[in-house]
């Protein structure tokens, strides 16, 4: 390595697929979840009181019983909590105060000597409802007919890019107006029309929500829990409880899984507002697994209507969508989902003309929140299929017409916004030759039909737009490297794509870098929150300018220490060297202690401490009559995803057979991790589109449960998934990478669905494709003959 | 409530624990004995989470009252590794990336190291059907197939 090395040549280990930092504690049962920590005798236990009532007013509560079992130590309702909270919404009390509006909205909290006495207190809370009219259908919901669920809408704070209609259960009406549509669909000469409905369905991490919270006599928090959003949970305890954000201090060890129900702030403000009232000790909320199907954040519903269009030559002139977005009981997050819907809502495609209305809608429901993807792989399954019949409609290959429409660099965005270079038609290029796209392949037995189907997706960072993070590398008294950031791993992996990126920052050998664990906002640097596919892009940037910072402190204390030029020093695997002297001399030697001055002439230097932080400033407004604006996002993430699928003709049974992804990550920073995100990405979608939903009646779920709402196992998962790496730079991502958690279950769905179009040539309709839809779907088009018995 | 003195071996250590009629292996392992690696994603049996080995056979201690674990031989997570030398199914597992979160790794293991005690040289289908009762939400589970197929070559190969 020289000083001036070439721009395009990058240090070790970036690209390298080094072993995940945290791999051998996980597998020796050592790494400490938030389940595991211990809290001594002390720690009390708590458990909630949640409605049973879809929309109810309350009328009193009465929990003198409660109080009075031994073995309690506080009930607490909503009268003594005021506050609201929400991330883009301020739309929720901690506790429900005069209403209820979803089966298990909380309305009371008791913390006791154990789990079995706290719940028994609950029984004993008394609680008197007057039952209202439920909202259970966002296009309903967003009628005047419908009961309006949050009459105090037009009160609430909210983010200034959010446009709630207050007097109606819109929380957020977001649109595009690009072009016009109108006048276009006279000069298609194919137009498709579509509608789908989109079930609510859970993220199902293994690892159940825990929150552990303390309250000391000077009211100073402590919260312990399973988060991938510490300082947004910091923040929004603070704003609810009225209290200064340095009196909150949340510590949040390994996650579990997130998949987004683990950002914001949901279950945790419980914890802190029942730990208020007990005198110091601690108090540990652990949602069991059937209050995490429905307590916990869902993936909201939605109901989706899309009408396309193209020319002959089957270049897309219109598109024209309509999004209810069923947001649930609250949508302090979900608001935001449908906005990211809206400026992404052309789907990968280059469309002149694109009308789009996304509404947020307040129904009686289980809270909408992120999840990963946000509001992608909903709307991707819609538009990816209606792609496919529009390409069938002009009896174009599907692969042909989305390379001729799919985005890239340089087009105008359906929000005005400029594309830069994307690797989208090279991910579809390679997923297409990967899947021996256009062969037919024969079933495996004469009861089956098999097919092959392919989708396209994008996907953008759904963030406010100043979003940060921020990062500290400091050296140790051997020279090893601690990396503070305040980025969860969630098992993406963030940790070792910081260890990495610091490593090749500073230039020491990765196994010298550690990260500092748990974070705790006391002494981890800030970073907004673990989504949006963000860390490797966002939190990389600070880490990246961080190890420069201390690095750039090394260099020039040597450069002092031996009277000569920064230029002519490097750091190599751990030791500073002279490219003019050739003088070399380990880091153990400098990182505290500093260096003396030539003929004992006294010290330089001192601990060395990198700081760096990143924030994109270049975000614009929308427009909110038309969505336009010149910069509505950071950037996109591209991919396409391709599947071969066998339908059994007897069962209805739906076998993926393989799969493949090639995804546009800028640059893979730990490519066996990146191929690891796009399997467990493509398992996931797989399973959303062959088994998942939450089934709800009148706002009861009936599937609370892993028998009853099942999740891919290792019998349903096809040995053969390919994932591809296409690498087109992001011009400020750290060594031009960018995000790709999330995206890889985007058009999971879409091109499952198209598969078994391919296969049976029906369109199924609305996910998941379980063995039974797909039967009767097959017998309704006289496929099959419905069996006798 | 009443309390049982009941006495097993954990992890190759004689214990001796009180333990009440209630009690699940899994509050036992966790709460008693300060054994976290074993994890609870459910409590219900459904999940594979919290999957030990008694009498070498994997089960859900979520579902096993302490109480019948009287003389019994329990291997949890952190027996599985011998004098820090890594199980090759750990060490498989890490080789091939099949680690995301951590939070189904122990149950995994567990259901792996019993499937390979009784079938050294196990099929595809034997590893999934030995394993379809521990569920992963991050890995899409391939990762997790493949270090179980390589961990019976390494260990053919040690033996
Ligand atoms: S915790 Fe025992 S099976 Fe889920
Ligand atoms: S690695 Fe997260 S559940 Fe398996």
Redesign the pocket.
Same mark, same amino acid.
């Given at each position: 390595m020289t000083p001036n090395q070439p721009a395009t040549s990058v240090p070790h280990p970036i690209g390298d697929s080094v072993t995940r930092v945290d791999a051998k504690e996980k597998v020796i049962g050592a790494a400490l979840f938030s389940d595991d920590l211990q809290f001594g005798p002390g720690l009390l236990y708590a458990r909630i009181k949640r409605s049973p009532h879809p929309h109810a007013l309350i009328k009193r509560i009465d929990t003198s019983k409660a109080q009075a079992l031994p073995g309690v130590k506080a009930v607490v309702t909503g009268e003594s909590f005021p506050g609201m909270t929400g991330l883009y919404l301020q739309d929720r009390h901690i506790f429900c105060r005069d209403r209820v509006r979803y089966v298990g909205d909380p309305v009371a909290g008791v913390a006791a000597v154990s789990e079995a006495i706290a719940e028994q207190a609950v029984e004993l809370i008394e609680v008197e409802y007057e039952p209202l009219q439920g909202v259970f259908d966002p296009e309903f919901g967003a009628t005047s007919e419908a009961p309006v669920l949050h009459p105090d809408l037009g009160k609430y704070k909210v983010q200034n890019f959010i446009f709630p209609k207050p007097g109606t259960n819109i929380s957020n009406h977001f649109r595009i107006r690009k072009g016009d549509v109108d006048a276009a669909w006279s000069q298609c000469a194919a137009i498709v029309e579509h509608s789908y409905r989109i079930p609510h369905i859970q993220h199902v991490p293994i690892e159940p929500h825990v929150a552990v919270a303390k309250v000391d006599e000077n009211g100073k928090v402590t919260l312990w829990g399973t988060s991938q959003s510490p300082f947004a949970q910091r923040n929004l305890i603070a704003i609810a409880l009225g209290i200064s954000q340095s009196d909150v201090e949340v510590i949040a060890p390994y996650v579990g899984g997130g998949f987004g129900c683990k950002a914001g702030v949901s279950m945790e403000a419980l914890a802190v507002a029942v730990a208020s009232k007990t005198k110091g000790k601690p108090v540990k909320l652990r949602l069991t697994r059937e209050e995490e199907f429905y307590t916990a954040f869902v993936r909201q519903g939605m109901v989706a209507h899309f009408k396309m269009g193209c020319d002959a030559q089957g270049r897309l002139l219109a598109m024209q969508n309509r999004f209810y977005w069923d947001g649930g009981a609250y949508t302090e997050y979900g608001v935001n989902i449908t906005r990211a819907s809206g400026y992404s809502s052309s789907g990968p495609y280059d469309v002149p003309n694109v009308k789009t209305d996304s509404f947020c809608v307040y129904t009686n429901h289980p809270v909408g929140g992120p999840m990963r993807g946000f509001g992608m792989p909903e709307m991707h399954t819609g538009l990816e299929q209606c792609i496919d019949e529009l390409a069938l409609a002009i009896e174009m290959d599907p692969v042909q017409f989305r390379r001729i429409n799919c985005v890239q660099g340089g087009d105008t965005l359906v929000t005005g916004m400029t594309m830069h270079p994307t690797g989208l038609s090279e991910c579809l290029d390679k997923a297409a030759k990967a899947i021996d796209w256009g062969r037919k392949v024969a079933p495996s037995a004469p009861n089956k039909r098999r097919g092959k189907g392919i989708a396209a997706m994008w996907k953008a960072p759904a963030m406010s737009p100043n979003a940060s993070s921020s990062a500290k590398v400091a050296l140790n008294e051997d020279g090893t490297v601690t990396v503070s950031v305040g980025g969860q791993d969630i098992g993406q992996g963030s940790f070792t794509i910081a260890a990495q990126m610091a490593a090749a920052a500073l230039g020491v050998p990765i196994d010298w870098v550690r990260v500092a664990t748990p974070l705790d906002t006391n002494y981890s640097p800030y970073e907004w929150q673990t989504v949006a596919s963000r860390l490797t892009w966002s939190m990389g940037n600070a880490v990246a300018a961080a190890a420069r910072d201390a690095r750039q402190q090394i260099l020039e204390l040597v450069a002092k220490a031996w009277n000569e030029k920064i230029e002519d020093l490097d750091i190599v695997d751990g030791n500073v060297i002279s490219y003019k002297s050739e003088e070399t001399i380990s880091l153990k030697n400098i990182a505290i202690y500093g260096l003396p001055l030539p003929n004992d002439q006294g010290w330089i230097g001192g601990p060395v401490l990198g700081r760096g932080n990143f924030m994109p400033t270049y975000v614009t407004g929308l427009n909110a009559e038309t969505g336009q604006g010149p910069r509505a996002v950071v950037h996109y993430t591209t991919g396409v995803q391709a599947v071969e699928v066998e339908v059994d003709l007897d069962t209805g049974k739906v076998q993926v057979l393989r799969g493949v992804g090639a995804f546009d990550v800028g640059k893979a920073i730990n490519p066996e991790m990146v191929k690891a995100q796009m399997e467990g990405g493509f398992v996931q979608g797989m399973s959303t589109a062959l088994f998942e939903s939450l089934q709800l009646k009148e706002g009861v779920l009936q599937n609370p449960s892993f028998v009853d709402y099942r999740i891919a196992t290792t019998s349903d998962v096809p040995m053969d998934i390919q994932s591809i790496i296409v690498e087109v730079p992001q011009d400020d991502g750290p060594w031009g990478a960018r995000g790709v958690g999330e995206h890889s279950m985007v058009p999971t769905v879409a091109a499952i669905a198209n598969a078994i179009y391919d296969a049976i040539g029906i369109r199924v309709g609305a996910p998941p494709y379980s063995a039974e839809k797909v039967y009767l779907a097959m017998v309704d088009a006289g496929l099959v003959k419905e069996m006798e018995g | 409530m009443a309390l049982h003195h009941i006495t097993l071996t954990v992890n190759g250590e004689f214990e001796q624990v009180d333990v009440p009629s209630q009690m699940t292996l899994?509050q036992m392992l966790r709460d008693k004995l300060a054994l976290t690696g074993t994890?609870? &994603?459910?409590?219900? &049996?459904? $999940? &594979?989470? $919290?999957t030990v080995m008694v009498d070498g056979e994997a089960v859900?201690? $979520?579902?096993v009252l302490a109480v019948e674990c009287q003389g019994a031989n329990v291997v949890t997570v952190e027996g599985l590794a011998k004098d820090g030398v890594l199980d090759p199914v750990q060490q498989a597992i890490i080789n091939h990336g099949g680690v995301q979160c951590g939070f189904c790794t122990p149950g995994m293991l567990i259901s792996a190291r019993a499937l390979l005690n009784r079938n050294p040289e196990p099929s595809e289908d034997d590893i999934r059907a030995a394993l379809v009762g521990n569920l992963c939400r991050c890995t899409g589970y391939v990762r997790i197939i493949e270090a179980v197929q390589e961990a019976a070559k390494r260990q053919k190969a040690l033996n």
């Open positions: - | 899994l994890k609870n &994603g459910c409590n219900a &049996g459904e $999940c &594979g989470a $919290c859900n201690s $979520c579902m």
